[in-house]
């Protein structure tokens, strides 16, 4: 059977259907480590994007493992989205020697070369020159590789924000500055950061296209992704997208979130949950029955349950540890 919303997408009704298969998965992932969190099995802080799947599912989707991605401190969704193993990325989390990162870095450094992730980052606005970098690489040995920076609302008032759209715009770079507007940082308003209405106006300053879009809405996701890598793959260099989202939790887990209203998030989880709209998206166009779209959710929730059990049995590091993994080999 075939949609009619796979006109919009230019994908098939199977592959919209994976896509809503990750997006179960990012969101199980994170409550899966929210509870570990509190079990105290995971140590350090953590980030999670509840609320934001269909930003990092969609358009990660549409990205081939030899196309690159920067991410953020809430880069979970995104490293699952470019097809890491979460097993690995748990035993990352939990501090194992099998985890991407040989347990040292955790929940915001995660990075796998392999399908590539150059890597998430704690110190915000990070990310930018890392991805005009890639992209610079992939122009000048002509690869056809296209670099995705992710990054939040609150890093666009960063100097490296600016500085990276700048010479992406004058080298005509094959990079797609992915802004995830969640409505705060940390517990800032965005309006309270910006005096302008939109994030997506300040790559008019530096002579290419931004776009705002509904980031709970994996069509429009799809939509503006994919006329960005068309862009960047055609020579024609940088897009901005702004994908209006939410987080459903605290910035981190200490935020009590007194900030906002229980009304503001109640509003959201209730109306604007993207696996809700996705679901019933999928039943009205006819991509996906309601015992099929069960079947995805109970596969997706599974399959986190199996990376948790796995990455517990990993081996925990040792003192001789600390010596690897400090230079290049």
């Not at 870095?105 to 915000?124: D, K, P, W, Y």
């Not at 965005?190 to 997506?200: E, F, G, H, K, S």
């Not at 935020?255 to 209203?261: C, E, G, I, L």
């Amino acid at each position: 059977m075939t949609s009619h919303i796979q006109n919009l997408a230019g994908l098939t009704d199977n592959q919209l259907k994976e896509i809503y298969q990750v997006m179960w998965e990012i969101r199980f992932f994170d409550e899966q480590v929210e509870a570990l969190f509190r079990a105290g099995e995971i140590h350090g802080t953590t980030h999670l994007s509840i609320g934001q799947e269909a930003t990092a599912a969609a358009s990660g989707y549409l990205l081939k493992t030899s196309d690159w991605i920067t991410s953020t401190h809430r880069g979970h969704g995104h490293t699952i989205a470019k097809g890491t193993s979460m097993t690995a990325m748990m035993a990352e989390l939990f501090g194992k020697k099998n985890g991407t990162n040989h347990g040292k870095g955790g929940s915001m450094h995660i990075a796998e070369l392999a399908t590539g992730n150059i890597g998430s980052n704690g110190i915000v606005g990070a990310g930018y020159p890392i991805a005009v970098g890639a992209a610079l690489s992939a122009q000048m040995q002509g690869t056809g590789a296209v670099t995705i920076c992710y990054a939040g609302d609150g890093s666009t008032n960063e100097g490296s924000f600016h500085e990276a759209l700048n010479m992406a715009s004058i080298w005509n770079l094959p990079v797609i500055f992915f802004i995830e507007n969640n409505q705060y940082g940390m517990s800032s308003k965005i309006d309270q950061m910006v005096n302008i209405p939109r994030l997506a106006m300040r790559a008019d300053s530096y002579g290419f296209p931004g776009v705002t879009i509904d980031g709970n809405d994996i069509i429009a996701v799809l939509d503006a992704t994919q006329t960005a890598i068309k862009r960047a793959q055609d020579g024609h260099g940088p897009t901005l997208i702004e994908a209006l989202t939410y987080r459903f939790k605290g910035h981190s887990k200490s935020d009590k979130r007194v900030y906002r209203t229980k009304e503001e998030e109640e509003q959201w989880q209730i109306e604007r949950d993207p696996l809700k709209l996705t679901a019933t998206l999928f039943e009205q166009e006819g991509v996906a029955s309601e015992i099929e779209l069960a079947e995805i959710k109970h596969k997706a929730q599974a399959k986190v349950a199996e990376a948790v059990a796995e990455a517990r049995l990993g081996e925990n590091p040792t003192l001789a540890d600390l010596y690897t993994d400090v230079y290049a080999e």
